[in-house]
């Protein structure tokens, strides 16, 4: 006599809930680093300005104004820094994702590709808001910004920062199977790319044994096609972003099939070493 009639969801409600549980888990990312939302995009911005200004003494000190490019010194500083911060940043956040084994897998409809949505997204927000804000403070108080193809110099950034979430999904599969390797690598790499990036010098001064030591990195891509698009009188001839691109892809396509494998196997695995 009683009977609960059930509905399947269609596409769109489906696609709507999906949406509110990444916004509502953007909102969770961003307050996990400080219960203040507004304190720790602050406290992001804070970081930002360290890394120019820390950037910006050791070039004077050390006389190395003149190697850069003609323009404004501060715009080709936060071309590196911003664009470097929002790809280590994305890596890290992704990679410490919450995963199959979190309690929060355990409330449906969350699922960890949710999570991981969440976690780059967030990242995306902050970095993307730190950055129009200090551009829009340098604007008002010191000299007029002035961007060649603006479109174009944010689409690096985008760039950048997709390429950190594909290497973060990677080494959030192998975390579970090997947690203390990969510590180690995400430490490695984000202190190599303080150098590797190349947010401190342009390809087109490299020589030519200097330049193979850099080229494989996507971020030394972006950031160089990024100055190119910033500046009216600097054309990248060493980089390219379509590199940058494909390199993205391939790590997105083995991370994807890497946490697929995970989330059915890290149960089994766990058990197996105990």
């Keep these: 006599m009683f009977e609960v009639s059930t509905r399947r969801p269609n596409a769109l409600s489906s696609a709507a809930t999906i949406l509110e549980l990444i916004y509502h888990n953007v909102v969770r990312s961003i307050r996990s680093q400080h219960r203040n939302a507004v304190v720790a995009i602050l406290l992001n911005m804070l970081q930002a300005v360290m890394f120019v200004a820390a950037f910006y003494a050791m070039f004077s000190l050390l006389g190395m104004r003149s190697a850069a490019l003609r323009g404004d010194f501060l715009i080709y500083l936060m071309s590196g820094v911003f664009l ?5 940043k994305a890596l890290g956040a992704v990679a410490g994702a919450e995963g199959p084994s979190s309690p929060m897998m355990q409330h449906a409809p969350m699922n960890t590709m949710i999570s991981i949505a969440s976690s780059a997204l967030g990242c995306l927000y902050v970095q993307s808001l730190s950055l129009f804000v200090i551009l829009f403070i340098y604007h008002v108080s010191w000299n ?4 060649e193809q603006p479109i174009q110099a944010y689409s690096m950034l985008l760039l950048a920062w997709a390429t950190g979430c594909a290497l973060g999904l990677v080494l959030l599969a192998i975390k ?22 190349g947010k401190m010098f342009v390809a087109n001064t490299l020589p030519g044994f200097m330049l193979a030591m850099f080229d494989w990195n996507p971020l030394f891509h972006c950031i160089d096609q990024a ?4 500046f009216i009188n600097y054309v990248p001839r060493h980089t390219s972003w379509e590199y940058a691109a494909w390199v993205g892809i391939v ?6 099939m890497g946490e697929f494998y995970t989330r059915k196997h890290v149960s089994l695995s766990w058990n197996a070493r105990r």
């Design 227 to 230: 100055r190119g698009f910033a």
């Design 176 to 197: 579970p199977w090997f947690p203390s390797f990969v510590g180690i690598f995400q430490t490695v790499y984000q202190r190599a790319n303080m150098i590797a990036s």
């Design 84 to 88: 470097y911060m929002t790809h280590t």
């Design 144 to 147: 007029p910004v002035v961007i």
């Design 251 to 256: 790590l997105l396509m083995v991370g994807l």
